[in-house]
Structure formats: structure tokens, C-alpha cells
């Protein structure tokens, strides 16, 4: 028996992501595929445009055998960390035989070697993207560009690159530009480091022609814009039959969730941080906000200087952006205020060996075989039934990390009733989705 694995948010789902997972399946002759999915929150930081049952129904049509949630701390974390927790729960799962992902390029050997690479130098590879970031690059180009620059100094016997040094440097900087290139890459840097015997498997990124819509040729984001612009005709060449009528039966309904839907909590946070103590001391509410996860000094301070100019989520990060922060980056930052993450909990999860746990979101009936492998296999607690969990878990803060998820995910499921009218479900009270 052949069982695949796929991390994904699906903020939307596409046509894009229908391929991944059933060339996945020809290509490894998989029996079954398990998705690793975010929860209400994305990776980019921010609130996923649909909630996450809609997210698995989807995920289910596309050909997915079983989704299970990625915990709150890793969907929103950095591109390292994001992968470095997936991969820790795909491993953990000890049932999976292939981690299947996107990228430029289908050549595992050359994206393998970019990852040892990465790994041998990673402290020049460190600096060498900040200096690239502080240029104004995007995180991708900085690692494509840092790649480059490492690979032309290298000093080192062909054979441990081999593939590697077959290409040029222009090849390598096309390759590694795009995000799904340098998670790719992020996937394969943790199976190593884990020394997991999980085989890593990519699938070659196709875009259509303008002309042919066949495989999608807006991207996620470009589908989410047009959500938000209620601009519905386009997506029918998007999304396969049965996932646009999902989507249409729902729309206004209960998504689109937007950013600035956290606006007027983010502010209430950020003044409670910064004026709680009935002065403004800019020392102290440095203090306050560097306790957060991916909030520096240089951030918290201009978080601080540009609050009197505070108007919505987006426009408070389009004034905080520099050459040196990103979007992204500030993103998440502020997210992780709005829910609380702290560096000092996330180093806790991490050095308790990332406190995981398998909640199980959705499952397709006819691969339900594929529950009772997991359920068998597993090296962490499965959760099918919230209400048990304090009976299925045990580690203390593996159970904090659960309930810091499901506290987020009550934040989301409020706003999406309050802007919507829709009924309030409780996260304790939703059940897990079978198709």
C-alpha cells in the first residue's frame, strides 16, 4: 500500500491543486492521499478566505482521501517553520510513503541538492537573503539570488552538488523565484534534518496558456482578489464543476473573510499593548510587542511611531512596509499579536518536539480504511472527537497548543457570523466532514 501526503492551505482550491494531487497519484501509484491543510489561518498571515470545513469539502472532491488540520502556530509561521511543522506531523503519521508538493521544476535531484546546500551553508545563506531583502527583493528572489552567489564561490568536490552545478546561474535564480520553488525546498531541508524516510516527490508546476484554462491560470491569490471584487464569471474556468458550485452555494454566505475584518481588533490590541500602562512609554511598549512571534525591535517600534495614522489592517501594513520588512512578515506579525502567539510558547512547542497531534477535519467514505492506518500507525494523539481530547492527550502542552488553535478558530467563526448573519458553531460543536 502507497500513501501520498500533500501540505496545502487551498485559500481557495483550483484546478491547480486538482492536478497536484492526482499527478501525485500516477506518478507514485498512490492508494490513498492524505492533506495536511491550515486551519483558519494562512500561512501569508491572514484569516483563510473560506473556513476550513468548506476548505476540506473541497479538498475532499479534488481527490483527497483524508484531511487533517495543521496546528495554529505552523499555518501562520514563517515558510521554514510552516514547513518544519508539516513535515513533523506528515512524519509522525509513520504511514506516509511520499511528500508530494509543486514546484518549477519536477527534477528532485536538483531541488535535493539545493536543500543540502542550503543546509551546509546555512549561516552564509542566512545573511546573504537579509542583505538581498534589505535591497527590496522579494523572500524568494533573495533565495534565488543567494543560491547563485553561493554556487559561484563554491570550493567543493562536484560530486556532493553534482546536479547542482549543472545548471547556470540564470536557470537556477528562474527555478527558485517563484514560492512554491522555495517551499519546495523548505520540504526537503526538514525531511533531511529530521532524517525522515519519507520520500520527497515534486510535481512540476503547470500554468496554462491565456487562451486554455484547462489547469487554471490564476493562482490562489488571483482567485481571492476576484472573491473580493465579487467578480464570479471568471472562476467557472478556474475550479472544476463540483467545486465551483461549492463555492457559489456558500458565497456571501459565510465567505469572503477579509483582513480588515480584524481591523478594529488589532487596534484595541495594539493600544492595550502600547497605552495599558497609562503612559506612553515607548520602552515599554517595545517590551510588550517584541513578546510576540516575528515582531523585532525595528518593527515594534514603528508599530508604535505610525499607530496615530492607524486607519485598517491593510493600510496600517502598507505604512509599516520597508526595503528590509515585508508584507508578509508584518502580516503575521500582527496576526500573532491578534491571537496571541508568543516567541516563548513557540519555543516551548518546538523543543517539545513540536507538540503535535492528529485533528481530523474530513475523509472521504469510501477510503475510510485510511483512519484506522493513521489510528494504528500514528506517534501522536488522533483526535476525531473534540470532546475527548483531554482524555486522548496527555502532554500538557500539546494540549495548550490544541486549544490555542481552537480559541483562534472561535475568533474567526464570530466574525464570519457577525458580518455575515450566519449561525454560530461552535468549534466543540462542528463535526468532522465525510463525503
Do not use: W
Not at 538581498?132 to 570550493?155: H, N, Q, R, T, V
Not at 490544541?402 to 466543540?428: D, I
Amino acid at each position: 500500500m502507497v500513501i501520498n501526503a500533500v501540505i496545502a492551505e487551498y485559500n481557495p482550491l483550483h484546478k491547480g491543486h486538482e492536478y497536484l494531487i492526482s499527478e501525485g497519484i500516477k506518478s507514485t501509484g498512490a492508494d490513498y492521499t492524505i492533506v495536511v491543510m491550515s486551519g483558519n489561518y494562512v500561512q501569508r498571515g491572514e484569516p483563510a478566505v473560506m473556513d476550513k470545513s468548506l476548505r476540506t469539502k473541497a479538498a475532499l472532491i479534488a481527490g483527497a482521501d483524508l484531511v487533517i488540520e495543521l496546528p495554529l502556530y505552523y499555518s501562520i509561521a514563517s515558510a521554514e517553520n510552516f514547513a518544519k511543522g508539516a513535515v513533523a506531523l506528515v512524519d509522525k503519521l509513520e504511514c506516509v510513503d511520499n511528500l508530494v508538493f509543486g514546484a518549477e521544476t519536477d527534477n528532485i535531484i536538483l531541488l535535493y541538492d539545493i536543500a543540502k546546500l542550503s543546509l551546509d551553508y546555512e549561516i552564509d545563506l542566512y545573511e546573504s537573503i537579509s542583505a538581498f531583502m534589505a535591497e527590496g527583493y522579494s523572500y524568494p528572489k533573495s533565495l534565488s539570488l543567494s543560491i547563485a552567489e553561493i554556487i559561484s564561490k563554491l570550493d567543493c568536490e562536484a560530486e556532493k552538488y553534482g546536479e547542482l552545478l549543472k545548471y547556470d546561474k540564470e536557470e537556477i535564480t528562474r527555478i527558485l523565484s517563484s514560492p512554491n520553488s522555495t517551499l519546495a525546498i523548505c520540504y526537503i531541508k526538514a525531511l533531511i534534518s529530521m532524517g525522515s524516510k519519507i520520500n520527497p516527490v515534486a510535481v512540476k508546476r503547470v500554468v496554462s496558456d491565456h487562451d486554455d484554462l484547462s489547469l487554471g491560470a490564476l493562482s490562489s491569490s488571483a482567485i481571492r482578489k476576484e472573491l473580493f471584487d465579487k467578480n464570479y464569471e471568471p472562476l467557472k474556468d478556474q475550479l472544476s464543476e463540483e467545486v465551483y458550485e461549492l463555492y457559489s452555494e456558500n458565497i456571501l454566505k459565510n465567505y469572503p473573510v477579509m483582513l480588515d475584518d480584524y481591523s478594529d481588533i488589532l487596534l484595541y490590541k495594539l493600544r492595550s499593548l502600547i497605552y495599558g500602562n497609562g503612559a506612553r512609554l515607548k520602552a515599554q511598549g517595545i517590551l510588550a510587542l517584541t513578546e510576540y512571534l516575528d515582531v523585532s525591535e525595528e518593527l515594534a517600534g514603528r508599530i508604535i511611531n505610525l499607530l496615530p495614522e492607524y486607519k485598517n489592517f491593510s493600510q496600517f501594513i502598507a505604512i509599516l512596509k520597508t526595503k528590509s520588512i515585508t508584507y508578509s512578515h508584518i502580516s503575521r506579525a500582527l496576526l500573532h499579536i491578534i491571537l496571541d502567539i508568543k516567541k516563548s510558547n513557540f519555543t516551548k512547542y518546538i523543543a517539545n518536539d513540536y507538540s503535535l497531534y492528529v485533528r481530523i477535519l474530513g475523509f472521504f467514505k469510501e477510503s475510510s480504511n485510511i483512519l484506522s492506518i493513521v489510528d494504528s500507525n500514528a506517534k501522536i494523539p488522533v483526535i476525531s472527537k473534540l470532546a475527548d481530547c483531554e482524555q486522548v492527550i496527555e502532554d500538557s502542552l500539546t494540549l495548550k497548543l490544541l486549544f490555542e488553535t481552537l480559541n483562534a478558530s472561535e475568533l474567526y467563526l464570530g466574525l464570519v457570523s457577525s458580518r455575515y448573519g450566519c449561525e454560530y458553531v461552535s468549534e466543540l460543536s462542528q463535526k468532522i466532514v465525510i463525503l
